[in-house]
């Protein structure tokens, strides 16, 4: 038993290694972003559900990386600003499937095309679900969930995703940035974002790391008839799902669990619906259930998992048209262990600029923000002021 165990942290171990930096880097550019940006711009810009709009929602929510409990919960604190429920949902999606980290992270555990089918999938999924939206959601129904929302009812990083971090002072985009209040600004969203996300990443690895030492690749294989082409393909983007929701992973997290299914024989879609999964969730269901109400969270689950399915097969069939689906099931879950090699270089590099954000964030004030965390959702909850910078 101890060996078996041995193997599944031994696999967790290494794939963490193997996507360090990357993380570091990717909050490290949403932190910059969210610096100069401030929420309320972001909802104004939400106003309304034309295709400009959602790409702008889209573009937006993918420079604000998020985990997916405080993506969910900044999608209603859009909503209840004015923001129009399905751009709020395309932000909500961009913020946790469309991010720099979640696609270099593809890169390095399932390679390029992957990380090409996520950001090809992604605004195919928006799309889909914006047309679902206009066939089965009624204005009856927005109503309702609009009044559920103004209720306030606490879900989960509610704190989190109150908090506005950014810079208040003027000026242009490097200008802010470069200063005092920036740097203090980057490091506490960057902490922030790391807190926010640090439980569902190691979840996710745990478990990707027990299910690729312990569940023996034939299990898989039958799962996934493997084997049988046409009939992987077809029920790999309706299963996708279906295992992320059972799997209680989401965000990144969910990233090494792709990998040891793509090696037990998924098909390529069905990896890429079971990415977009992690905003279905159990837990996430329940909380659009507190959020917008029962009938909105079915509504939710049928529409979410339908255009889930629609990337899936859309990815499918475009790199199955094109030659582009890969053929090596050989994602990276081995429990190699650390080496010197220029991933060793990065981590220590990027660990480095982690290590300084750190500092700065404990040294100007940050400390008590992460007990606010799951504060109230309407707390009013705000970053650094300028003037209160100790070290600017």
Known sequence: MWTAIGRALAMTGSMLWEIL?????????????????????????LGDDRPRTLAVAAGLGAASSSCSYAAVA?????????????????????????VAELGVILALLLGWRFTLAEFLGGPIMIVALAVLFRLFVRQRLLDAAREQAERGLAGSMEGHAA???????????????????????VAHVF????????????VGLLIAGAVGAWVPDSWWHALFFEGHPVLSAVWGPLIGP?????????????????AVLWNGGISFGGVVSFLFADLLILPILNIYRKYYGTRMMLVLLGTFYA????AGY????????????????????????????????LNIAFLLLAGLLLVRFAR?????????????????????????????
């Open 21 to 45: 930096w990357a993380l570091i880097l990717g909050f490290a550019l949403s932190a910059v972003v969210q610096a100069v940006v401030r929420k309320t711009t972001v909802a104004n810009l």
């Open 242 to 258: 279906v295992v992320a929701i059972l799997s209680f992973v989401c965000s990144v997290g969910n990233v090494p669990l792709a």
């Open 364 to 392: 100007t004030g940050g400390l008590p923000m992460l007990k606010m965390m799951n504060g109230a959702p309407a707390s009013g909850m705000s970053g650094p002021e300028p003037g209160r910078n100790p070290d600017r």
């Open 191 to 202: 902490v922030m974002e790391w807190a926010a996300i640090l439980r569902d990443l190691l």
């Open 314 to 345: 859309a990815v499918e069939l475009l790199f199955g048209v094109t030659g582009l689906t890969p053929e090596a099931r050989d994602a990276t879950v081995l429990d190699r262990g650390i080496s010197w090699n220029y991933t060793t270089w």
């Open 74 to 98: 900044l999608a209603r604190s859009l909503f209840r600003k004015g923001a129009h429920f399905t751009a709020a949902m395309a932000f909500e999606i961009g913020s946790t499937n469309l």
């Open 163 to 185: 908090m506005d971090m950014s810079v208040r002072r003027e000026g242009s985009f490097l200008s802010r940035l470069g200063s005092g209040d920036g740097f203090t600004a």
């Open 307 to 310: 255009a889930m399915v629609v």
